[in-house]
T-cell receptor, first 109, second 114 residues
C-alpha cells in the first residue's frame, strides 16, 4: 500500500504557483520523498526528491516539514503543460516505489 | 534526467499469442529494473523487480509463468506476456535505476489483446 495521502484533484491558474500537498506520517528515517508526474498516456516523469532538507531544481521546489510527516511540491509558475497527475512517493534507496492515486492537477488558462 | 526507452510503443495481438516488450536504459546502467502495469483511470501497479543477472521478484498476485522477465544486461530488460488474453490489455511501463539512485521510467507500451 502507498504510504502517502494526497488530495485527488487541484486546480491552478496559469502563471500562478501550484502547491501540491502530501502527507506521509509513517515515513521512516531513511526513506526519501519522491515526486513524479504522469501526463496522459505517458510514463511517469521524475520531478524532484528529498530526505529532510528543502530542495529546488529547474522544475520545482520541495518543502519538507521538520518532522518529515508532510511535504509540499511547488511549481512556481504553472503552465498548461503542467496539467498531469502528480505522485508523491515515499521510499527509494533499496526500496521499491509504490504509487498511490496521486493528485490530478489541472492548470487553467 | 536519465533516459529509458521502450519498444514497441503499442502492440495489438490475437488472444493466445505471446508478446515481448523491451526496456532499455540509454544513458545509464540499470542494476535494477521494474515493470509496472496501469489499467485505465488507475495508478501504476508494480508487477516485478529484477536485478541484472538474477531472477525477477514478482509481486503478490502476478503470475511469473505468464509474465516472463529477463534482465540479461545492465541496459536491457524484457517482459514477455505469454498466451495473452484480453484481460492482459493494459499500459505496461518499465523503469530502471543504478544502485540506490533515482528511478527513471520509460514511455510505456500499450498492449491490446483481441
Amino acid at each position: 500500500d502507498a504510504k502517502t495521502t494526497q488530495p485527488p484533484s487541484m486546480d491552478c491558474a496559469e502563471g500562478r504557483a501550484a502547491n501540491l500537498p502530501c502527507n506521509h506520517s509513517t515515513i521512516s528515517g531513511n526513506e526519501y520523498v519522491y515526486w513524479y508526474r504522469q501526463i496522459h498516456s505517458q510514463g511517469p516523469q521524475y520531478i524532484i526528491h528529498g530526505l529532510k532538507n528543502n530542495e529546488t531544481n529547474e522544475m520545482a521546489s520541495l518543502i519538507i516539514t521538520e518532522d518529515r510527516k508532510s511535504s509540499t511540491l511547488i511549481l512556481p509558475h504553472a503552465t498548461l503543460r503542467d496539467t498531469a497527475v502528480y505522485y508523491c512517493i515515499v521510499g527509494g534507496g533499496s526500496e521499491k516505489l509504490v504509487f498511490g492515486k496521486g493528485t490530478k492537477l489541472t492548470v487553467n488558462p | 534526467g536519465a533516459v529509458v526507452s521502450q519498444h514497441p510503443s503499442w502492440v495489438i495481438c490475437k488472444s493466445g499469442t505471446s508478446v515481448k516488450i523491451e526496456c532499455r536504459s540509454l544513458d545509464f546502467q540499470a542494476t535494477t529494473m521494474f515493470w509496472y502495469r496501469q489499467f485505465p483511470k488507475q495508478s501504476l501497479m508494480l508487477m516485478a523487480t529484477s536485478n541484472e543477472g538474477s531472477k525477477a521478484t514478482y509481486e503478490q498476485g502476478v503470475e511469473k509463468d505468464k509474465f516472463l522477465i529477463n534482465h540479461a544486461s545492465l541496459t536491457l530488460s524484457t517482459l514477455t506476456v505469454t498466451s495473452a488474453h484480453p484481460e492482459d490489455s493494459s499500459f505496461y511501463i518499465c523503469s530502471g535505476k543504478w544502485g540506490q539512485e533515482t528511478q527513471y521510467f520509460g514511455p510505456g507500451t500499450r498492449l491490446l489483446v483481441l
